[in-house]
């Protein structure tokens, strides 16, 4: 009984929300696509309005399966995922804010029949006061049933979206931001037991109003020994949405040893933004030498103090 109401309570919504490339969104038991115009096949729901807007269309949910399937439709907001920038939508538990207040299907609640599809519609009605830009989202159909998970406690509930790409007509304004930039250096607490590790992470911030394409790049500027002064980041999103953050981890084998500045500088749509970073870390023998070089400078002052002491004290004796 406790096992059943904790997978009751842990419900993971996954869904399959595919590049526009792809021909439905399809989890291998049903998919979602729109439905086809009478000139060409269409990959996604790609809409351009004016505010006050609304739109009428058609999307085809199939059901690959050998039994009937009765899947709970509902348009949701998309998102970056925070980790891995990744693209996903919003359950029907989270208050929609953009897209998913503005579409409703036809039917909340629709049965497939096995190996067959079904027509549904939805329309989408853009607000009068809806701001300029990209607004993206998806049509998804999710199985109610929950499932067993990876885990004991964890159930599963399925779902797949098809994409609804928006551009509410006015000013477009590309922009970005690159925060929290830093250098992480782990080196083994005795040389030579272990192999150190570097990582740069950073927060990258769409904070215009269109999807972005992002491209980066980090340059090193101090005194340091080691790895090249530049080279590519490639863990980025490929599709950052407007207003999103994504935190972007990328390990650096041979990284720079000494002390300086990182720099990370971000390009998309014409327009780009930099973030900056000290950083520290100095290899064992160079801190073993530096601490030699001040331990010796240190010795010979003394050296010159006392020395000056003595012929001091020798002066004083031979006036007296």
């Known amino acids: 009984m406790r096992r059943a109401t904790v997978a009751t309570l842990l419900l993971v919504v996954l869904t399959a929300f595919l590049p526009l490339q792809a021909r439905a969104a399809d989890n291998g038991e049903w998919s979602v696509e729109p439905a086809d115009s009478a000139i060409t096949p269409r990959t996604a729901f790609q809409l351009s309005a004016r505010p006050g807007t609304t739109f009428a269309d058609r999307a085809v949910v199939t059901?690959?399966?050998?039994?009937?399937?009765?899947?709970?439709?509902?348009?949701?907001?998309?998102?970056n995922t925070p980790r891995d920038g990744g693209l996903a939508v919003r359950g029907r538990e989270e208050t929609p804010r953009d897209v998913g207040t503005w579409?409703?299907?036809?039917?909340?609640?629709?049965?497939?029949?096995?190996?067959?599809?079904?027509?549904?519609?939805?329309?989408?009605?853009?607000?009068?006061?809806a701001p300029p830009g990209d607004h993206v989202?998806?049509?998804?159909?999710?199985?109610?049933?929950?499932?067993?998970?990876?885990?004991?406690?964890?159930?599963?509930?399925?779902?797949?979206?098809?994409?609804?790409?928006?551009?509410?007509?006015?000013?477009?304004?590309p922009a970005l931001a690159v925060e929290r930039l830093r250098l992480t250096t782990r080196n083994p607490a005795v040389p030579g037991t272990g192999d150190s590790s570097t990582a740069v992470t950073f927060t990258l911030h769409n904070t215009g109003n269109v999807t972005l394409d992002p491209r980066a790049?980090?340059?090193?500027?101090?005194?340091?020994?080691?790895?090249p002064a530049t080279r590519h980041l490639t863990n980025l999103p490929t599709e950052?949405?407007?207003?999103?953050?994504?935190?972007?981890?990328?390990s650096w084998e041979g990284a720079p040893s000494?002390?300086?500045?990182?720099?990370?500088?971000?390009?998309?749509?014409?327009?780009?933004?930099?973030?900056?970073?000290?950083?520290?870390?100095?290899?064992?023998?160079?801190?073993?030498?530096?601490?030699?070089?001040?331990?010796?400078?240190?010795?010979?002052?003394?050296?010159?103090?006392?020395?000056?002491?003595?012929?001091?004290?020798?002066?004083?004796?031979?006036?007296?």
């Open 258 to 320: 000494g002390w300086g500045e990182v720099a990370v500088t971000v390009t998309a749509s014409g327009i780009g933004a930099t973030g900056s970073a000290g950083f520290l870390d100095l290899p064992w023998i160079l801190l073993a030498a530096a601490l030699a070089v001040t331990a010796g400078g240190s010795a010979v002052l003394l050296a010159r103090r006392r020395r000056g002491g003595r012929g001091r004290s020798a002066a004083r004796s031979t006036a007296g």
């Open 137 to 173: 989202g998806a049509l998804v159909a999710v199985d109610e049933r929950v499932r067993p998970g990876a885990g004991s406690f964890i159930g599963v509930r399925r779902a797949v979206g098809a994409r609804i790409h928006l551009r509410v007509e006015g000013a477009r304004h």
């Open 103 to 129: 579409g409703r299907p036809e039917q909340d609640v629709v049965t497939v029949p096995a190996h067959a599809s079904v027509t549904v519609a939805f329309t989408l009605t853009v607000p009068g006061d």
């Open 240 to 250: 950052l949405l407007p207003g999103e953050k994504v935190q972007v981890t990328e």
């Open 217 to 227: 790049s980090l340059r090193v500027g101090g005194f340091w020994v080691g790895g």
């Open 63 to 79: 059901n690959s399966t050998g039994e009937p399937l009765t899947l709970r439709l509902h348009v949701a907001d998309a998102y």
